[in-house]
């Protein structure tokens, strides 16, 4: 059979494929090739698959395939997620998915009061988002309905094992019907999950990414950590002015920094550069890709997307703009540069916020990657207060979830329910 390539080719319905170009995914995942055919086909899949594979919508996308659309009351499937944390995430990323659907998404999960959830249930749900615990109090008031639920997800098994929620597992599978479609996903596989699957699952497909992970030793690595993003713009500038940076790729994580970057660099005059992503044209796109492959670039500035699988070698750089969030992209953006030259460097820029991205990559890569000091050239910038509340956010989510018990030194306003 051949390789699916694209989600069409998955077999995705029409609906799916437009949320996710709206989400700017061009290309499903290794995990998501793996993973969705014999989910589709009704068979008992374990994903092995660390965060920042797509793992997510390698199970999110073919649940909700199934689902199709709002049908009666109950719930038809359960996916089940170890903190609150990421049962809210989680739930946020199906409808995201599932926004050209009416599929009604719910999450559960405890240290909030009962009423509002009961009242979303008692409105119909067709995908449960739950932590363990909350779904078996709902379940034992009678507030949730079960007999529906043809399919059961565990998703980071390796944690749920880890913080004990085996007990509360084994009465949920209890409960519902027997008769289901069981998926595990985790990041590792220890001799718990395994027995946890063996005992829940029956004769199941097993996909797994191995972290591809091998740096090559001729890349040199260095990790800057700059407090903010006007800061980064000017190391870029400093980078650009020092001799041998002949061809570079710039990579950022979202179009909107692509294009500020690109601005900036313009106005700099520090080209020739150009920039793509999702939103240009493969003409475009292939057009810039050959500027730069025949060195008729100095600097290219693109989101990872758009640079995946296309062969741009004799890199004289690579700089990571942001830290990437989906970890194997690291590897894909260095990968770059030291192709065919003996030695390549690939610098990364890091917030506060990233290094616990940083951290999760290293784990990836097995090696660490050298700090190195800013320059003293480098202009450094006051961080304005907006972007220094964002950042906390994101270290207090981070820490939330590697630490359900941790309550969070930035309070967010309380939501009324
Ligand atoms: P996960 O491994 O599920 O935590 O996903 C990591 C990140 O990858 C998330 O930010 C997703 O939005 C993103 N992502 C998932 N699938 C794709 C895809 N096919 N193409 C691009 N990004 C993706």
């Known amino acids: 059979m051949k390789e699916p390539t694209s989600f069409t080719d998955l077999g995705l319905n029409p609906q799916l494929i437009r949320a996710l170009a709206g989400a700017g995914y061009e ?21 092995i698959a660390q965060t920042g594979t797509g793992k997510t919508a390698a199970y999110l996308l073919p649940v909700l395939f199934r689902i199709k659309y709002a049908d009666g009351s109950e719930p038809r499937a359960l996916i089940l997620l170890p903190t609150k944390e990421l049962a809210v995430q989680v739930a946020a990323y199906a409808r995201k998915l599932a926004i050209y659907t009416d599929i009604r ?9 009962l009423k509002r959830q009961v009242e979303q249930l008692g409105a119909g749900a067709d995908v449960v988002v739950a932590t363990p615990g909350r779904f078996m109090e709902l379940y034992l008031r009678g507030e949730l309905p079960v007999k529906q639920i043809k399919t059961l997800v565990l998703d980071e098994a390796d944690r749920m094992m880890d913080m004990g929620f085996m007990p509360q597992l084994r009465r949920i599978f209890e409960v519902i019907p027997q008769k289901r479609q069981n998926l595990l996903f985790s990041a590792t596989f220890p001799p ?16 797994e990414v191995t972290p591809q992970a091998t740096v090559a030793d001729r890349i ?25 940076f002949t061809r570079v790729l710039i990579f950022t994580r979202t179009r909107a920094s692509a294009n500020h970057v690109y601005r900036f660099l313009e106005r700099k005059k520090l080209g020739p550069v150009r920039v793509i992503h999702s939103n240009k044209s493969q003409n475009t796109r292939i057009n810039a890709m050959q500027q730069l492959k025949e060195g008729n670039l100095r600097v290219l500035v693109s989101t990872d997307v758009s640079a995946r699988g296309i062969d741009v070698s004799r890199l004289s750089h690579v700089i ?9 992209d690291y590897v894909h953006r260095i990968g770059r540069t030291g192709r065919a030259l003996e030695t390549g460097v690939a610098i990364t820029l890091a917030t506060e916020a990233d290094r616990y991205h940083i951290k999760k990559i290293e784990a990836l890569i097995r090696q660490s990657i050298p700090v190195c000091n800013l320059p003293e050239g480098v202009q450094v910038e006051e961080t304005p207060q907006q972007e220094l509340q964002q950042m906390r956010r994101e270290i207090d989510e981070q820490k939330k ?5 941790y309550r969070g030194a930035f309070h967010e306003k309380k939501r009324k329910y």
Request: glycine share 8%; hydrophobic share 40%; charged share 25%.
């Open 27 to 47: 290309k499903p995942t290794e995990i998501q090739r793996k993973s969705i055919p014999p989910i589709l086909a009704g068979q008992a899949v374990i994903g």
């Open 105 to 113: 998404i719910v999450e559960l999960y405890g240290g909030v009061g």
């Open 192 to 207: 718990r999950v395994e027995k946890l699957a063996e005992e829940f699952l029956e004769f199941p497909v097993r996909v």
């Open 220 to 244: 040199e690595q260095q990790l800057y950590y700059v407090p903010n993003l006007k800061t980064k713009i000017n190391f870029v500038e400093y980078l650009l002015r020092q001799p041998g």
């Open 320 to 328: 990571n703009f942001d830290v990437p969030l989906m970890y194997d």
């Open 401 to 405: 979830k590697e630490n359900p018990e």
